[in-house]
């Protein structure tokens, strides 16, 4: 008798023991986002633990990814080949077509439909547009994941300069011509001064080019559109400027010498302000850019989204997981950083962000019109073409125009035979 109430009370002991355990068994999800500095880190992180809290039955566990290049998205595809990847992850709005052709991330049209909170119209049309393209033979709807964030283009001006020179201040609507005076005034002021500058990558020469009224692609993105005299036109104003020794040379940070006071106008996006209001030590602040001959306010959209890794162990979850980052409450921590804007487009998330960054002084209007212009190009992932060898191939020739290697009109002529080969059908 005594013996078998020993072994009920072992066997009692290992049942309690055993309980918790299979309590606390939650479903890990890792999660991965690309931050630009320990700062950004810091936000992801209490991004994840504000979720974490609030959601029982799900662990989560943020993994900040190395490399601004596009080493990050290689790294990203080798891992989700070996298994090693997390379970959703950020990726570039370019890269979004090569993941979801490679079957690396995916389709989550079905489970979206069944969520009644999500909505594609809650988010800039653009992002949702690349996100919802079926692939080539494909059955029903797609969806490839949801935009984390938009940026759009800036000018970041020195208004110390701009004074200087007894210029007035960027307007909404200034155009090529009042831009030129500033830059070569601005540039008169010294020789360490000049009145421009923008990095040397795709969409810094291309706004020239867009808003002389050219384009990267035609209609549908299965081929080039630059052999035109618009893109001449946008090539020729931008090459001005560098031959006429008003901005850093082309292929030159131009960040650096911005930031240290040298430099008038400076072209860049919305991610760049959180570095600007650390380190510039003299007034400034951010204006539309300068309508072209196009005669329309053009600018960029950039955006990246959260895609969910095609191996993952819970799908259900993890789909979970990007609505909940995508969410407007996690949209406004991560936008209180002043690195970017909500993707979401609805006017509670864009009266969130021009509450951002209230003592910065920065004009957060010129960055909301930026997404709203009339001619807005939405940074575009190719499921028709190879972006990574198109890229590579425009960035050769406009650095060869730039430097005087071939005219503007030589790279127009030639530019859409060179990278023909690289469009092409998918499957092909």
């Not at 002991?13 to 991965?32: C, E, G, N």
């Not at 008169?188 to 040397?200: K, Q």
């Not at 004009?363 to 499921?383: C, K, M, Y």
């Not at 650095?399 to 071939?406: D, I, L, P, R, Y």
Request: charged share 20%; glycine share 8%; aromatic share 12%.
């Amino acid at each position: 008798m005594k013996r078998n109430i020993t072994v009920l009370v072992l066997l009692l002991l290992a049942i309690s023991l055993v309980i918790p355990v299979f309590a606390q068994d939650d479903v890990t999800l890792r999660w991965r986002t690309r931050p630009d500095n320990q700062a950004e880190i810091d936000v992801y992180t209490e991004a994840s633990e504000t979720i974490d809290a609030a959601w029982d039955g799900v662990a989560l566990v943020y993994e900040p990814g190395g490399s601004e290049s596009a080493s990050y998205q290689d790294v990203l595809v080798t891992e989700v080949e070996a298994g090693t990847a997390p379970d959703v992850f950020w990726i570039p709005g370019t890269d979004v077509a090569r993941f979801a052709e490679a079957g690396l991330i995916l389709n989550l049209a079905d489970m979206a439909a069944m969520s009644e909170d999500f909505s594609a119209d809650d988010f800039y049309a653009g992002p949702m547009g690349f996100l919802t393209t079926p692939l080539e033979g494909m059955e029903g709807d797609a969806l490839w994941g949801i935009p984390r964030d938009v940026s759009a283009f800036a000018v970041y001006y020195n208004a110390d300069l701009f004074d200087e020179a007894g210029l007035d201040y960027p307007e909404t609507g200034w155009n090529w011509d009042e831009f030129a005076v500033a830059a070569e005034e601005i540039s008169s002021l010294g020789d360490e001064i000049v009145g421009f500058g923008m990095n040397a990558w795709w969409a810094n020469w291309g706004y020239f080019v867009n808003a002389a009224g050219a384009s990267f692609f035609n209609e549908d993105y299965t081929s080039c559109a630059l052999d035109n005299d618009a893109t001449v036109a946008g090539l020729n104003q931008a090459k001005a400027l560098f031959d006429n020794n008003w901005a850093v040379p082309w292929g030159s940070d131009a960040e650096g010498p911005f930031l240290a006071g040298n430099v008038g106008m400076f072209l860049n996006g919305r991610w760049a302000t959180p570095g600007t209001i650390a380190n510039a030590d003299f007034n400034w602040n951010v204006a539309s850019l300068p309508v072209g001959p196009s005669g329309e306010q053009t600018n960029w959209l950039f955006w990246g989204a959260y895609v969910v890794n095609a191996r993952t162990e819970h799908p259900e979850e993890a789909w979970d997981l990007v609505q909940r980052l995508t969410s407007l409450e996690i949209q406004e921590q991560v936008a209180n950083l002043g690195a970017n804007i909500p993707s979401r487009s609805t006017d509670e998330a864009l009266e969130l962000f021009l509450n951002t960054l209230p003592d910065s002084g920065v004009d957060n209007q010129a960055f909301v019109d930026g997404t709203t212009a009339s001619d807005v190009r939405t940074e575009a992932p190719l499921f028709f073409g190879n972006w990574s060898a198109i890229d590579a191939a425009y960035a050769e020739g406009v650095s060869a125009v730039f430097n005087g290697e071939q005219t503007a009109e030589e790279f127009a002529s030639t530019i859409c035979d060179i990278v023909a080969p690289e469009f092409a059908m998918m499957g092909e």
